[in-house]
Every structure is written in C-alpha cells, then in structure tokens.
C-alpha cells in the first residue's frame, strides 16, 4: 500500500472513477447481494483505537484482531511486525492461516493509523481467499481501497488522510475524494453516515465531495429522480436514436446511458446507481426495475 507522509502533493479528484466501480461491481458478483448485507455494521471506532500507551506489538495484533472478525476470517491469524520500508505495509498472501504483515516502521510513532494500514491489508488476505483480483497492481490495489471501505472498514483509511500548508498524508491507492465516494456509496446502501467517526477535518470535506459525486448518480436520466436538464438531453437523445436506430446518444454528448434497437423494440441500458452493473429496459414511459445483481429498485422514466 502506497504511503505519503510529507512527501509530494496528495493527489485529489476522482481519476480512477470507472476502476472504482468495476470494483464494486466485482464484489457483488462475487460474494452476491446476501453476502455484501453481512457487512452492514461498519468496523466501530474503538476496535481500532490505539492509544500511545498502549503496547505497540499488543496492540496491533488486537487490531488485527478485530479486522479479522469485521471480514470473517475466524481461521486466519494475522502475525504483525514493523521494519524500515518505502510503502506503509504489506502482507504475505500465502495458504494460511497465518498472514505475516509488516508495517512501515513510522507507525510506531504515528500509531492512530495502525488501524488504517492494517484495514488495507486484512482486506488483501478477504480478496485472496476469495479469489477477487484485478489485473495489474494499480487496479488490484484500487480494488483493494474499494473493498475496505465499502464492506465497513476502509474508513480508517479515509480519517488517515491529514493535509496542511506544511504536511500532507495519505494512505492507499484512492483519492481522498473517491474514498468518500465509496463510503457514501456504502452509506447510501446501508442508511448510515460515518461523518462522525472522522478525526481529520480533511478527511470529512473529502467524504462531502465524494458523496455530492455519488449522490449526482442517484438522479440520472432514465431514473425518474433526474432533474429537469437531465430530462430534457434524455428526451433530445431518445428522439435522435428514434430518428437513427443504432445512433445511441446524439453526437458529442457524454451520457450514462445507451439505446439499443428500434421502433417498439427501442430499449435504453444504464448503470445500476448501487452496483453499477447496466441493466436494460424498454422505453415505454415510467417503468419499474430491479437490478438483477444488488436488487436495487429502478423507478425509470423511459
């Protein structure tokens, strides 16, 4: 897991936006919309407190501990050490049951972020074991940022994020922005607001952008929330791929959306809001869906 203590300028925005949501897309193929439920209540605040008193390596097993009954690993023993090293930690993936993971030697001082290293890691053995993997180390480890905040840990990694005139850190692969865009996806899903838990200002504005992002998703043409301007560049969109079957979209215009086939056979495809798997309809005015993979209620205006 990549680590910038005061080091170059943190990287904000969301640049890695469709990664991220092929990545939430993949966990709900793989562990199905059951399987994603059983992670509804977030890894609490005090299961990942470390006081400055208290026993360094004690105190990260502990930790560790604790990430490991979040997942649901009750067979696997996380066997945690510190060392000199250029990232903030890594984990030997092997057979199991014992994980090795080693820290960045600085968390012996910064201990307040043993937890957040430690959510990045326990979530690699949770995609391992799984066999979730995406191709090339960028990808692998956006997927890994998505998963540990999206199933209830990752926020730690988010609340790690500190910047001032001076200073700046971030731990993981994600923006602090597309951190907060995974936990308001997750929020969205599971009626809770993790604003609360955050310790850093910084790490609470960039939970506000994310979530204005993830919210602008939830009101998109067809979705019958969509506001009026949305509305009117559909009903521009429809009548071009009316007048030219196989057309999509009007020419340069970047929309969510695509139409497929003609006449009475018109239908309209369109990412899911939660999982962001498309899901096809037909355009016959209002609507009602369900997402086939997270069963999430479609209300479309067609």
Known sequence: ????????????GFPHLDTVRSAITA???????????RFADSL?????????????????QRVARAMVRHFRLPDARMIVAFRAMEHAGSVELAAGPEYFIELNDRFRTHRRDIGAALSHEVTHVLLHRLGL??????????????????????????????????????LGYLTPEEFGYVLAKRALVFGEDPSPWFTSP????????????????SVQPPLAAAGWAGRRRYARDRRFAQDYPGGGAAPGREVPYAFEGAGDGLRVSFPCPTCHQRNRVPV???VRARCGLCRTVLDCAT
């Open 1 to 12: 897991m990549p680590d910038s203590p005061r080091r170059s300028p943190v990287e904000h």
């Open 44 to 60: 609490a605040p005090v299961e990942a407190a470390f006081a400055d008193t208290d026993d360094l390596h004690l105190g990260a």
């Open 284 to 286: 016959r005015g209002r």
């Open 27 to 37: 966990l709900y193929r793989r562990l199905s919309y059951d399987g994603v439920q």
């Open 202 to 217: 910084q790490a609470y504005t960039a939970y506000t952008e994310g979530r204005a992002r993830a919210l602008r998703e």
């Open 133 to 170: 993997e995406f191709a090339g180390t960028r990808d692998n480890e956006i997927l890994t940022d998505t998963a540990a905040a999206y199933l209830g840990a990752g926020w730690l990694l988010l609340d790690a994020f500190r910047e001032d005139a001076v200073t700046s850190q971030k």
